[in-house]
């Protein structure tokens, strides 16, 4: 198994532009999750997602959307960068209901010039 | 509202020092308290839950329900447990699969 994978590991953008974050994973987990990762502030949730469609907002959703077609897939939009966004995206998965153990990617580092 | 708090976002230690890393939540339920660490240049994984009592690399957290904390200790610091972790707090939250709150992280070094 791979685990959870993302891509890009580097990113820069320019001020205005958009991008997507991917994320697979191949455990068959029901729950995703997208996580960003700044000094001081933890881990703050993005968006997460319960099953292949349905999603919803987690802590800090502005700028960012997500779709979950798939039970494997979960990627993140940029829909216009700024540089608040930039930071350091975890994805993250985790079995179903009630397990709270969660299997992270290693990331991807975005700089929003 | 449901928090994770740790104090400190820094910790220095030499090795063989005892080292414990404090968390404290905030929850009226029953929670399952977690620590994930993240060594340099790999994934953030987990740690050890409170649920299996267990003693993983030498580290162990005892819930204190009276306190709400969750501390994280070592007797004896090694250099390869230095590394960035969190403290994490899972709850119902009112949806069938619950939450995961996660702490500001506390950075820890071990000094030779």
């Known amino acids: 198994n791979a685990g959870v994978t993302q891509t890009p590991k580097f990113q820069v953008l320019k001020t205005g532009q958009s991008m997507t974050l991917q994320c697979a994973q191949d455990?068959?987990?029901?729950?995703m999750s997208w996580y960003r990762q700044d000094p001081g502030m933890g881990l703050r949730l993005i968006h997460y997602?319960?099953?292949?469609?349905?999603?919803d907002q987690g802590e800090v959703p502005n700028g960012y959307n997500v779709s979950r077609s798939t039970t494997e897939d979960f990627p993140l939009r940029l829909l216009s960068a700024a540089p608040s966004q930039t930071s350091v995206y975890f994805c993250?998965?985790?079995?179903?209901?009630?397990?709270?153990?969660?299997?992270f990617g290693p990331g991807t580092r975005l700089t929003v010039t | 509202a449901q928090r994770v708090t740790q104090p400190e976002k820094l910790l220095s230690v030499f090795k063989g020092a005892p080292v414990e890393l404090k968390c404290n939540y905030s929850?009226?339920?029953?929670?399952?308290l977690f620590w994930y660490v993240q060594y340099s240049r790999q994934r953030l994984q987990l740690l050890l839950r409170?649920?299996s009592r267990e003693s993983i690399k030498g580290f162990t957290a005892d819930l204190n329900k009276g306190e709400t904390s969750f501390h994280l200790k070592k007797p004896f610091a090694q250099e390869e447990d230095s590394a960035m972790y969190y403290c994490?707090?899972?709850?119902?939250?009112?949806?069938?699969?619950?939450?995961?709150?996660f702490g500001q992280g506390t950075i820890l070094t071990v000094h030779p």
């Open positions: 993250a998965s985790r079995l179903r209901q009630g397990h709270y153990e969660q299997y």
């Open positions: 455990m068959n987990h029901e729950y």
């Open positions: 997602s319960v099953g292949a469609g349905i999603t």
């Open positions: 929850y009226s339920g029953s929670p399952e």
């Open positions: 409170h649920i």
């Open positions: 994490a707090l899972g709850y119902a939250g009112g949806t069938s699969y619950g939450k995961l709150t």
